[in-house]
């Protein structure tokens, strides 16, 4: 089989299964098909893993877009971690660029801290001919506990790897992360600027207690959109990007909420219901006798 075939059919194979447990299968498919490893990391979404900065102490998100090789750059130290061999600098913004990604990062955790109340973002840039690029990350988990007669919520808290940890309830527990990864490029054109963004939202939603069994809910989505917008100075990229990935997230959100969490609950609710059968039928059967003694109305 061609490189192309199997990279093809190991996308086929990502799309069908848990999108939960993407980073692990896509580490099995690597295993089986090296030469497809590069391809498969810079082409397929995984949930967001969280790591600390050394040398700042904060935290960050890492994706293929600061990696290189088996180091990532971070954002708050501009340094990769683990250290790159020696000779190698690494692939880095310019000085301008680094500054902007300097302002992003601010900016996006000011959003975030509004908006998440928490959770972890980091942004990263880099250059190209005619422009730069960047991606915003930004990352969220909950863990919903439901012990006997009280509930409340406790906010995940991931180790160095972004492993988060988990919570034992008798009674049952639920668990939500959230990722958004947007990708986005700028495109200089005399005062104004061609943006194009691309954003991806990793939902994984959990719940279940020994009554009612298990729920297990997760996905992702993607969306583009593209824009030409003013630029007086780099200040005007930050709120143009910013401005463009706030759009984005609010649409996304919406999305989720009534398109696909709507339709999850029709469809659960045809297929499961509290109420006995019986009581369904005739409450039915009741509902059609009040329409029938209606005047003018009656059965065809």
């Not at 799309?15 to 939960?20: G, Q």
């Not at 708050?76 to 302002?103: Q, Y």
């Not at 959100?253 to 045809?270: H, T």
Request: charged share 25%; glycine share 8%; aromatic share 8%.
């Amino acid at each position: 089989m061609s490189n192309e075939s199997q990279y093809d059919s190991a996308l086929d194979l990502l799309r069908r299964l848990n999108p939960k447990h993407t980073s692990a299968n896509l580490s099995r498919i690597c295993a089986l098909a090296p030469a497809l490893t590069e391809d498969l990391l810079t082409s397929v979404d995984q949930p967001l893993e969280i790591r600390r900065c050394t040398k700042t102490k904060r935290d960050y998100l890492i994706c293929d877009y600061n990696r290189d090789g088996d180091s990532y750059r971070s954002p708050w130290s501009n340094e990769f971690e683990p250290a790159l061999e020696e000779g190698e600098d690494g692939t880095k913004p310019s000085e301008r660029v680094r500054e902007m990604e300097i302002r992003m990062n601010e900016a996006v955790d000011v959003y975030r801290e509004l908006y998440y109340e928490g959770g972890v973002s980091s942004v990263y840039f880099w250059n190209l001919d005619d422009g730069f690029a960047g991606v915003v990350l930004l990352k969220k988990g909950m863990v919903f506990i439901f012990p006997s007669g009280y509930t409340w919520m406790a906010e995940v808290k991931a180790d160095v790897c972004g492993v988060a940890g988990t919570v034992v309830s008798p009674s049952g527990k639920g668990e939500g992360v959230w990722d958004s990864i947007h990708v986005f490029e700028a495109i200089d054109r005399a005062r104004t600027a061609h943006y194009q963004l691309t954003s991806t939202v990793i939902l994984h939603l959990s719940m279940g207690n020994e009554g009612l069994g298990e729920m297990d809910l997760s996905g992702n989505m993607t969306r583009q959109v593209e824009q030409d917008l003013p630029v007086e100075n780099d200040a005007s990229h930050i709120a143009n990007v910013g401005k463009m990935v706030e759009e984005m997230e609010f649409k996304l959100r919406n999305l989720l909420q009534e398109v696909y969490f709507g339709k999850a609950k029709d469809v659960v609710s045809d297929l499961r219901s509290i109420q006995p059968l019986t009581e369904s039928n005739r409450d039915k059967a009741t509902h059609q006798q009040m329409i029938n003694s209606m005047p003018g109305k009656g059965t065809t």
